[in-house]
C-alpha cells in the first residue's frame, strides 16, 4: 500500500508506485470532499420505512471526522439499520443521508464505499468458508468479498499482514476463514475494515460471541484504536456498555428506531437515557474508562 490519506496509523504503509489498490487509496485523499471539521456523515431526518413500518424515524445525527461514537440500542432499535445507511448500502426513504460529503441518491455508491471500512454479521456472512484470510482482508481493497482475479502487490500484501498483526492474529493468514474461531473471525473483519485506509469506520457488534477474555482483549484493541488520533472517525454498534471501549467520544441511543439521546458519551450514559432506551431501570457506573450496567431492582 502506499501512502493512502495516512490516517491509519494502525499498520504503518510502505510507498510503492502502483495501480492497484495501493494507488486507489493514495488517489482517494486529494479529492476526498469537505475540510477536516465538516461532518464525515451527516444524517437529517432520515426515515426508513419497510411493510409501511418505520425502522428509522426521523434521526438526525452528525460525526465529525475526529470522533468516535458508540450507537447503543435493543434488539430491533434499528442499529444495524442505521449503519446500512452510514456505509451507504441503504438509502432513506425520506430526509437526507451525507457520508463522507456525499449525498445518497447522488453519488456512484460504488466509489464511496471502499472510502468506508464495514465490519457486519452480513457482510461476515458473504465470506466464502474456502477464503484465504489474508485474501479476507486484502479484497477490501476493492470493496469486494472473495477474491478472483484482481491483482495485489507486495506492500499490498504487508498491510494486510500488518493490520492482521494489530489485531492479534498474526501467523492467520494462510488459514481459510472456514477454520477460524468466531473470535479470530471478528479480528480478521476489523482487519479487513481498515485495509482501505478508511476515512470511516463502521463496526456492527464487533464483540458479539466472543468470550470474556477475547472481549476484553477486542475492547482493548478498539481502545487503541479509538484513541489513536490518527485513526478514521468511528462507529461502533453494541447492545452493552460494557463493550464500549475506551476512547470513545460519544454516544447515540436508539429505541424503536428514534433517537432517546446523543452528545458526548459522559453527557448521554446516564441510567435515566440508558434506562428508556433498554426499557427497564438501571444502574450503570463507570470505572477506569469502562462502563457498567445492570438492573435497579435486582
Ligand atoms: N428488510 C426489512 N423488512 C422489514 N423489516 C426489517 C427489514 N430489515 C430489518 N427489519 C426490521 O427492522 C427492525 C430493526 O432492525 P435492525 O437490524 O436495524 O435492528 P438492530 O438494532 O440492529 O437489532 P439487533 O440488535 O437485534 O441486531 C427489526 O424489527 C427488523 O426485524
Redesign the pocket.
Known amino acids: 500500500m502506499s501512502e493512502g490519506t495516512g490516517r491509519t496509523s494502525t499498520a504503518p504503509r510502505p510507498v510503492s508506485p502502483s495501480t492497484g489498490p495501493s494507488a486507489r487509496r493514495a488517489a482517494v485523499a486529494p479529492t476526498a470532499k469537505g475540510a477536516p471539521d465538516e461532518p464525515v456523515l451527516d444524517l437529517d431526518g432520515v426515515t426508513?420505512v419497510?411493510?409501511g413500518?418505520p425502522?428509522?424515524d426521523d434521526v438526525s445525527w452528525a460525526v465529525g471526522a475526529d470522533e468516535r461514537w458508540v450507537v447503543l440500542?435493543?434488539?430491533?432499535?434499528?442499529?444495524?439499520?442505521?449503519?446500512?445507511v452510514a456505509s451507504g448500502r441503504l438509502h432513506p426513504s425520506r430526509g437526507r443521508a451525507e457520508v463522507l460529503g456525499e449525498e445518497l441518491g447522488l453519488v456512484d455508491v460504488f466509489e464511496l464505499r471502499p472510502r468506508i471500512g464495514l465490519a457486519s454479521?452480513a457482510l461476515a456472512e458473504r465470506v466464502p468458508a474456502g477464503e484465504r484470510v489474508v485474501d479476507v482482508v486484502l479484497t477490501a481493497s476493492y470493496g469486494m468479498v472473495g477474491r478472483w482475479r484482481e491483482e495485489y502487490e507486495g506492500p499490498d500484501h504487508d498491510r494486510a499482514r500488518e493490520l492482521l498483526a494489530a489485531l492479534g492474529v498474526a501467523g492467520l493468514e494462510r488459514r481459510t476463514y472456514g477454520t477460524l474461531s468466531e473470535g479470530e473471525r471478528k479480528r480478521v473483519q476489523i482487519a479487513r475494515a481498515l485495509m482501505s485506509d478508511p476515512e470511516l469506520v463502521l463496526l456492527?457488534?464487533p464483540a458479539a460471541g466472543l468470550d470474556l477474555g477475547g472481549r476484553e482483549d477486542l475492547v482493548q484493541r478498539l481502545g487503541a484504536l479509538a484513541a489513536d488520533p490518527l485513526s478514521p472517525a468511528l462507529v461502533l454498534?453494541t447492545?452493552h456498555v460494557e463493550e464500549v471501549p475506551p476512547g470513545i467520544t460519544h454516544a447515540l441511543l436508539?429505541r424503536e428506531?428514534r433517537v432517546v439521546g446523543q452528545g458526548p458519551l459522559e453527557q448521554v450514559l446516564t441510567a435515566e437515557a440508558l434506562g428508556a432506551t433498554f426499557g427497564l431501570p438501571l444502574r450503570v457506573e463507570r470505572s477506569g474508562g469502562r462502563w457498567s450496567a445492570r438492573a435497579a431492582r435486582a
Open positions: 426508513v419497510r411493510d413500518r425502522l428509522l440500542g435493543p434488539n430491533g432499535a434499528g442499529k444495524t439499520t442505521l449503519l446500512q454479521a456492527d457488534e454498534v447492545h436508539l428506531g
